[in-house]
């Protein structure tokens, strides 16, 4: 199977862009996952309410919330203009950020279930031990639920090459910029071009069953509890 | 117990949970081994844990060695109190081998409890050969022994330990205990021992706090403590003294051995000991009977006078409760009231004392 010089980009921003949101997800959804795991204060809920919202919420609605907040009279769109960044809809950065709120819970929730999975032993065995939070965190509770940081950075990765309503909401369709895999697929189907479609589509299909294949049997063979919240 | 707040340990908690409250004031020795001790429930665990600084009790106040750990807004995280935790189950970092728990516990060491060596602690606890093996291919009375080395090698000034054996089967207690004893001989560490088996508490204990409902209902010296005959924790069968003694006389003919404690002496089956070692002997209520005179043949080989200090109830009130004095020594009888009744004994009264079995304990 070839692609065109115009799939490729698209399949190459795709993956560009899951990564990056794959890599800023683990950054910043750990400590979030590790503050909902530990925590009992009364913003838990709160908190892990939104976190879980795009697991609910049609990605248009999502898309379309985004979009306001980032443009020109938008908070994140203020912030942004004052930092001399210009207005994040529309370009390949404002596809991250809002694919960072998009995947979030995909990665939040595997990373938070495999912490909770562990209870609170190794981390008060540790502490008595004399181990700060942040040495703790970094020599037992990262090595032991490892196998849920694993299925959150495959489960964010695979999300984030998935999406479509949320970035046709925010960031059109602009090729080299905005054009993603699912969008591509799309325009090749309103323009009748079924058999690029195919291609991108069935690579899609095989794409998504060896990441999930991947996921089950490395699930199995490290016996781990983490559950999985399949998309 | 030395009463200056520099060398002790002073705790007094207030913790309220759905059905449950722990209320605690206490003052502990820093030295040997302080068993807490209650049936399940009793806020034993609780008080630890808040020792611990794992659970934080709404009112707390806590000093160790004249250090303040918890008063007021004052609270020392648990990774900055000189302290070391054994846990009742398994404990140890699964991802690492045996060995590596003890480094792990090594390299963030306290720098001001006692220097130990890991090759010491490995001879200690007999662990040798179990060093290079993850802790899912040990066994549970293995397990336990690395994470009581893996406490050792933190050098800690405080010793907690929450019923470290109960999770074993008989025959892994009795495998761990000696260990427990040859610890707390050799290495100057204040213990604090949770635990609801009184065995244990005959075996290892010096300082022992009763705990029922969450509060703390006898604290005091073993030996005292054990023989007060309102001592509020029905103990049932379990009920006996316990006894300091020295060693004095082996008898090969017949395998035992004579062993002195203040007041008297008693024989008692030989177990290699050396003439000369402190032991404890662990005397139950129901294995003492009374006699108005010692000249009876019989197979009892102890047979003992002793002056009558005080009688008390029982659980039963069939039964009562005769709390003897020898020299110095106190001993606790379970006899019938009709019995007392017939033989017409009562407080200030010599009557003889016939001790079915004694246990050398430690």
Redesign the interface.
């Known amino acids: 199977m070839f692609f065109s010089e115009a799939d490729i980009h698209t399949l190459l921003l795709s993956i560009k862009l899951a990564t990056v949101v794959t890599l800023i997800l683990l950054i910043l959804g750990t400590p979030i996952a590790w503050w909902l795991s530990q925590t009992r204060s009364r913003f838990k809920g709160v908190v892990s309410s939104i976190v879980a919202l795009p697991l609910v919420l049609p990605p248009t609605v999502l898309g379309f919330y985004l979009l306001l907040a980032m443009g020109p009279h938008g908070l994140l769109g203020q912030l942004t203009q004052w930092l001399g960044l210009g207005t994040l809809p529309f370009t390949f950065e404002g596809l991250v950020v809002a694919s960072v709120f998009y995947s979030m819970p995909f990665v939040v929730q595997p990373i938070q279930n495999a912490i909770e999975g562990l209870g609170q ?2 981390v ?10 942040l ?2 965190f970094f ?2 509770v990262l ?2 639920a490892k196998p849920g940081f694993i299925t959150a950075g495959i489960l964010g990765f695979a999300h984030t090459i998935g999406e479509f309503g949320v970035i046709l909401m925010i960031g059109g369709n602009i090729p080299e910029e905005t054009r993603v895999i699912s969008i591509q697929i799309y325009d090749h189907v309103e323009s009748m071009n079924y058999a690029e479609a195919h291609k991108l589509a069935a690579t899609m299909v095989v794409f998504s069953f060896a990441v999930l294949l991947t996921l089950y049997t490395l699930t199995r063979q490290t016996h781990n509890k983490t559950q999985i919240h399949a998309p | 117990m030395n009463p200056t707040a520099t060398d002790n340990l002073q705790a007094c908690f207030k913790l309220d949970r759905p059905g449950f409250s722990l209320d605690v004031d206490i003052t502990l020795p820093n030295r040997g081994v302080t068993a807490i001790f209650g049936h399940s429930g009793s806020g034993k665990t609780s008080l630890l844990r808040c020792i611990a600084g794992f659970e934080k009790a709404a009112y707390g106040h806590l000093t160790f060695e004249g250090q303040t750990w918890q008063n007021g807004k004052t609270f020392v995280p648990t990774h900055r109190r000189p302290l070391a935790y054994v846990f009742q189950e398994a404990s140890l970092f699964n991802h690492l081998t045996a060995r590596k728990n003890l480094t792990y516990a090594q390299r963030r060491a306290g720098h001001d409890g006692p220097v130990v060596g890991l090759d010491d602690i490995i001879d200690l606890l007999g662990i040798r050969k179990l060093l290079e093996q993850y802790p899912s291919q040990l066994s549970g009375g293995e397990r336990q022994r690395i994470a009581i080395a893996r406490a050792l090698m933190n050098r800690p000034r405080l010793l907690l330990m929450d019923e470290p054996l109960a999770a074993l089967d008989q025959a892994r207690k009795q495998e761990i205990l000696p260990y427990i004893e040859t610890l707390k001989r050799e290495m100057h560490l204040p213990i604090l021992y949770v635990t609801h088996a009184p065995e244990e508490v005959a075996r290892l204990a010096d300082t022992l706090v009763a705990m029922e409902k969450g509060r703390v209902v006898a604290l005091g010296g073993l030996t005292e403590t054990l023989a007060a005959l309102d001592f509020p924790i029905r103990l049932g069968e379990e009920s006996g003294v316990v006894i300091p003694a020295v060693i004095a006389e082996h008898d090969p003919q017949w395998q035992l051995i004579r062993v002195n404690f203040d007041g008297g002496s008693l024989w008692l089956r030989d177990n290699q000991t050396t003439i000369g070692d402190f032991v404890r002997i662990r005397v139950l209520a129901r294995d003492i009977s009374l006699a108005l005179d010692g000249n009876h043949a019989s197979s009892i080989t102890n047979t003992l006078p002793a002056t009558i200090d005080e009688i008390g109830q029982d659980e039963h009130p069939g039964l009562a409760l005769v709390k003897l004095k020898v020299g110095s020594t106190f001993f606790v009888a379970r006899v019938t009231r009709r019995s007392l009744h017939h033989l017409k004994l009562s407080v200030g009264e010599t009557t003889w004392m016939q001790i079915k079995s004694v246990a050398l304990v430690q």
């Open positions: 032993r190794p008060e065995v540790a502490a008595s031990l004399g181990a700060s939070p040495d703790t020599t037992v090595p032991l």
